[in-house]
């Protein structure tokens, strides 16, 4: 939706402010010639925003440990959350400078790098973690009984390398934007607001770019994200379970870190024999353009498929997993370098870039989707000779909220 | 860690695939005349189980064909040993797991601590293991704590019960780094055991020769022979450690950790083969189990040719020589009494290595039935198998 002058007083009213934009100096876009970045996402609605929404080109994923002892301390800052949600995904400062300035001698609830920027078509997605219903044994918010029987802990899978510092949490927030600096202006808010209640455990930033219309390509060189959920309801949406998780969708995020110095050094015809997709094109092996259907059955005068049994494609197609899809919302990532100890022959070790992707997808029951799709990827995906899960954490994303409500709120009840 | 059936169908799928992609550099293709040897009739290749345990252990090293059953073991049941741990540093694995190929299930046999009292530098378990018949298993130790040389602490061997907890460890002066698959003359009560030890005094990878560019070569790599006596029920105990082959060669490298004599097969007239992996050729030791002395760096049966970095070395039923590349996917079979390399064949093509395979081969043993053969694959961390 585009952030006319009209839908902005709407929100703005809801939340008894007179402010309009972030900062004083910041001017409503004309309805006319919105540019992406002038555009809002709804708030409020049946299911969170960040979902199913058309894919940002920036995010800003942050996990929180909750450090609070008393339920009534959590719910008082999702409601804070919320009322601050609801400002920034609006384009506003969490704080308003009145009359265009701040006084001088307060310190201010925002810290002002967005001002003039933007609502940049901001999402936040909010999930709670299995420490919220139970941590270290003990049922610290009387929510032990509410996990839904569809949140079961992520298993350990083959190959999993995990890094405690970038693994698991008891709250995320997922920050989506087209600008990164709006986005990661957002978490900021937020983790300030939590302070006492909640701390940040793990951040990633995340990117994706292409031209309008074109697949992204992943730092692979391949189109990523070809293949999308062909139906939410039923894929994405959690429909059973408890009442809070309606309209709800599980997320599973990874910190996938790729051996970019390794793949680059593969031909071209071994790199898409791995992915099972033509590299320039998008198209699958033996076809010719992007979204023509995957040959799965193709095979070649010896009888060997066209599409390798191995290649990413194939096992992770719904057609090899019992129908499953996930509706996936990945960006990659780049945190410079770092020194590394390559997981395969020839144990190549040195500085080499921290970079990949940051995995991330919606499911409406993990036990029948990501769970047994990556159990059986992590043992014969071809790519897994280049990639390492280093982190991440599954999270339950409750359903959307109405304006006076809080996000989460069903949960307490 | 349980393989399935469709998964072994579609790896066999990907080798026949791969390997027909790279038939240029088949060496000995079988025609119509009657088999040279063991390997050209081994064509099917499956993924029996991922070696990864639950804590992230990877890199398999040894294979072992357990000949009786003892505590948890059942006789032919398949042990792996992981050479890495979850850093992906070399030298720092200390897990063993145990394939039973009657169940097809895989379980974790042992998972040492990193740190044992009597092993000098830590745990890094190597390819020198061995299961003798009274249930005992032998295990070697390479530790590091960086995944290279510069870190390499003094080894050991542990001895572990057939319920995978130690009982022994054994180190010493003769006992620096046992690396490469063992050799056993094994009479029940008594046995000898045959080990290279490599990394007598191996810098770190960055030192180099001034001459040649490369790691320094240090001329001081040995096998031991460990006789051994072992009471009923208990654990084995060593009665003479010789030292019958010296002065052989080791070299440290950042990828491949350390070259040097590696695997040993004990022929049946007594004579011992090493695999010399820095001069990639193989060496006889006459008169292995019997002699007091070192015969010092050998006689050359066969070097170079097909053969580059030989790491492990069998004994195959025809009485050939089986020897694992280092740097490219292919075992080579050998005839140790004509000196004549037979041909070399591809058990790993994967592309994702440079010449395909390389570093991915390292642990084989032969089938209890002698038809087919047991590989590690360390590019995908699996036990696999080749049959005809």
Redesign the interface.
């Known amino acids: 939706m585009s952030l006319t002058r009209g839908r902005l007083l709407g929100a703005a009213g809801a939340l008894g402010t007179a402010a309009l934009a972030r900062g004083a100096a910041a001017a409503v876009p004309s309805a006319t010639s919105p540019s992406a970045s002038n555009l809002s996402e709804p708030f409020y609605g049946r299911h969170q925003a960040g979902i199913l929404t058309p894919q940002q080109s920036h995010t800003y994923f942050a996990a929180f440990d909750l450090t609070a002892a008393k339920r009534s301390d959590l719910i008082a800052m999702l409601q804070t959350w919320t009322d601050a949600a609801a400002r920034l995904t609006a384009g506003l400062p969490v704080q308003p400078a009145g009359g265009g300035s701040y006084d001088a001698k307060k310190i201010v609830l925002d810290s002002g790098e967005a001002t003039d920027l933007p609502a940049a078509r901001l999402t936040l997605t909010f999930g709670f973690g299995p420490g919220v219903f139970v941590k270290d044994g003990t049922d610290r918010y009387g929510l032990a009984a509410k996990r839904p029987a569809a949140f079961v802990d992520l298993p350990r899978f083959n190959g999993d390398q995990m890094i405690e510092g970038k693994t698991g949490g008891d709250l995320s927030v997922q920050a989506c934007a087209d600008d990164p600096q709006v986005a990661f202006h957002a978490i900021r808010q937020l983790a300030r607001l939590a302070d006492g209640v909640a701390q940040l455990r793990w951040v990633q930033a995340g990117f994706r770019s292409a031209e309008t219309g074109e697949t992204p390509r992943n730092l692979m060189g391949f189109k990523d994200g070809t293949q999308t959920v062909s139906n939410p309801d039923h894929f994405v949406w959690a429909a059973d379970g408890p009442r809070w998780m309606r309209g709800g969708s599980y997320l599973v995020a990874r910190r996938i870190r790729i051996a970019l110095e390794h793949w680059d050094r593969m031909n071209v015809a071994f790199q898409e024999q791995t992915i099972g997709r033509q590299k320039v094109s998008g198209a699958p092996l033996g076809m010719t353009h992007e979204f023509d259907q995957l040959p799965l059955a193709a095979t070649d005068k010896d009888g060997n498929s066209i599409i390798p049994d191995t290649a990413h494609v194939r096992v992770a197609n719904a057609s090899t997993n019992d129908g499953a899809q996930i509706l996936r919302r990945g960006y990659s990532y780049n945190d410079g370098v770092s020194f590394v100890a390559e997981r395969w022959p020839p144990w190549r070790q040195g500085m080499e870039y921290d970079a990949g992707l940051l995995f991330v997808c919606y499911q409406s029951d993990p036990r029948t989707a990501f769970i047994p799709m990556f159990d059986k990827m992590s043992k014969i995906d071809m790519l897994n000779q280049f990639a390492t899960h280093t982190g991440g954490g599954m999270f339950a994303c409750p359903g959307g909220i109405s304006q006076g409500e809080y996000v989460g709120q069903d949960l307490f009840a | ?1 349980n ?1 399935s059936s469709a ?1 072994a ?3 066999s ?2 080798v ?2 791969l390997l ?1 992609a790279l038939a240029v550099l088949q060496i000995g293709a079988a025609g119509a005349n009657p088999p040279q040897g063991l390997l050209e009739v081994l064509h099917r290749h499956t993924l029996l189980t ?1 070696t ?1 345990t ?1 804590n ?1 252990d ?2 398999p090293y040894a294979i072992v064909v357990a000949p009786v059953s003892a505590g948890r073991i059942k006789a032919d049941d398949v042990l792996v040993d992981n050479f ?1 741990n ?5 030298g720092t694995g200390t897990t063993i797991i145990d394939y039973s190929p009657a169940t097809k299930k895989t379980t974790l046999f042992a998972k040492l601590p990193q740190n044992v009292a009597g092993c000098p530098g830590g745990v890094g378990l190597s390819t020198a293991m061995i299961m003798l018949k009274s249930g005992w298993i032998v295990v070697g130790s390479t530790p590091s704590t960086d ?2 040389t510069r870190t390499k602490g003094d080894g050991c061997l542990f001895v572990l019960d057939p319920n995978g907890n130690v009982v022994a460890t054994w180190a010493g002066p003769n006992i620096v780094d046992p690396w490469g698959n063992m050799a056993v003359a094994d009479n029940g009560t008594t046995a000898s055991l045959f080990v290279s030890m490599a990394g007598f005094d191996v810098p770190a990878p960055t030192v180099k020769d001034p001459a040649t560019g490369a790691a320094v070569i240090v001329r001081k790599a040995t096998v031991l022979r460990i006789d051994l006596a072992i009471p009923e029920g208990k654990p084995p105990t060593i009665v003479r450690e010789t030292v019958i082959a010296s002065g052989l060669p080791q070299q440290a490298d ?4 350390l070259f040097g004599p590696t695997g040993v097969a004990l022929g049946p007239d007594g004579t011992l083969y090493v695999s010399n992996a820095v001069e990639s050729s193989i060496v006889k030791i006459p008169d292995a189990v019997t002699r007091t002395t070192s015969a010092g760096t050998g006689t050359v049966v066969t070097s170079k040719g097909l053969i580059t970095d030989p790491l492990s070395l069998i004994m195959a039923p025809n009485g050939h020589l089986l020897s694992t590349n280092g740097l490219n996917g292919q075992v080579v079979e050998i005839d140790p009494v004509a000196g004549k390399q037979i041909y070399a064949q591809w058990l790993d093509v ?5 010449p395909p395979g ?3 081969l390292f642990g084989i043993a032969i089938k209890p039935d002698g038809t087919g053969l047991y590989y590690v694959e ?4 699996f036990l696999a198998e080749a049959t005809p």
């Open positions: 860690m393989q998964f169908r579609s790896f799928c990907k026949a695939a027909s991922s990864v639950d992230g990877l890199n890495n979850v850093s992906n540093l070399q995944g290279t950042l990828d491949n950790f994967d592309q994702a290595q440079t390389n570093g991915d360390d590019d995908t961390n």
